[in-house]
Structures are given as C-alpha cells and as structure tokens.
C-alpha cells in the first residue's frame, strides 16, 4: 500500500496535472508573472455567428498556447473594456478548400467573455474562404467553453 501511494506522489510530482484557470482575472495575473497558458475551446458550448446568422455549433474541440498576446487595459486605447488579444495561423489541409491557412483570433474580455475569429485563407492571395464568429465564456466549472490550464 505504501509503495502504492508513493508511487502516486512521485507521478504527480513527475507529470503535474494543470490547473484551471477560471477567470479573466486570473488569467491576466498568470500571464504577468510569466506562465504558460493552454486554451481548450468547446465550440459547441458557444455561440457562433455565421452569415449574419446564429448557428448552433458542432461538437469540435480546439486548442492552442497563449504566446505572443497583448493586454489592453480599459481606455489605453480609447478600448471601453479591457482585454488580452492573441491569434494563431497555421498551414492545413481542408478536404473542401484544399491547402488553406487556419488563422484564429481570440479577445478574451475583462467580464469573461470570449469571442473568437476562425477564418481559412488562401495562401496565394489569402481571400477568406471560411469565416466563423464564437462568442463563448471562460468556464468556471458552472458554465463556459473556453478552458484555460496552467502547469502547476
């Protein structure tokens, strides 16, 4: 039993499990000191905004590494809420589209609310061919797609 639970201790010790970040606020003060930051989006658990029109989302799970990010206190740039801004652009292959960039934008705002921006381009003159808009919230245990993780 013993060799048991010492065992445990030394794995979670070896392969810590993250640690949900559960507002904005929280967020903010991890990224200030330096942290690493997972995204896990649900996007079927936010609303999304296609033509003009709000659509029910498909079951799909996305993610992503904060890195390059820039926070916007409220009014630094006659912004009426603060926010931290950040995106992504990777190459991929679509069945429809063929060979397009995924570029993603995400504004995560100061009351926790998400809203997201998934477009695919073309690499040769990067029009948009696909272009969706998720409103989402951090999730909180209670409600929220959009998953923030730290290591611990």
Avoid: W
Avoid at 1 to 18: D, S
Avoid at 131 to 144: D, L, W
Wanted: glycine share 6%; proline share 3%.
């Amino acid at each position: 039993m013993k060799t048991i639970v010492l065992l445990l201790f030394i794995t979670n010790f070896i392969f810590p499990q993250p640690i949900q970040i559960k507002s904005f606020g929280e967020l903010i003060s991890n990224l200030r000191l330096g942290e690493e930051i997972r995204i896990v989006i649900h996007y079927k658990d936010c609303k999304l905004l296609k033509d003009s029109i709000y659509l029910n989302p498909t079951d799909v799970i996305g993610g992503m590494t904060i890195s390059a990010f820039e926070f916007f206190e409220k009014g630094s740039i006659k912004n009426e809420r603060a926010y931290l801004a950040f995106s992504e652009n990777v190459f991929i292959y679509h069945k429809r589209y063929g060979y397009v960039y995924n570029y993603v934008k995400i504004r995560i705002y100061d009351y926790d609310e998400v809203e997201i921006i998934a477009q695919y381009l073309k690499p040769e003159n990067f029009e948009v061919v696909m272009n969706e808009i998720f409103y989402c919230k951090i999730n909180n245990n209670n409600n929220g797609g959009v998953f923030l993780f730290r290591n611990k």
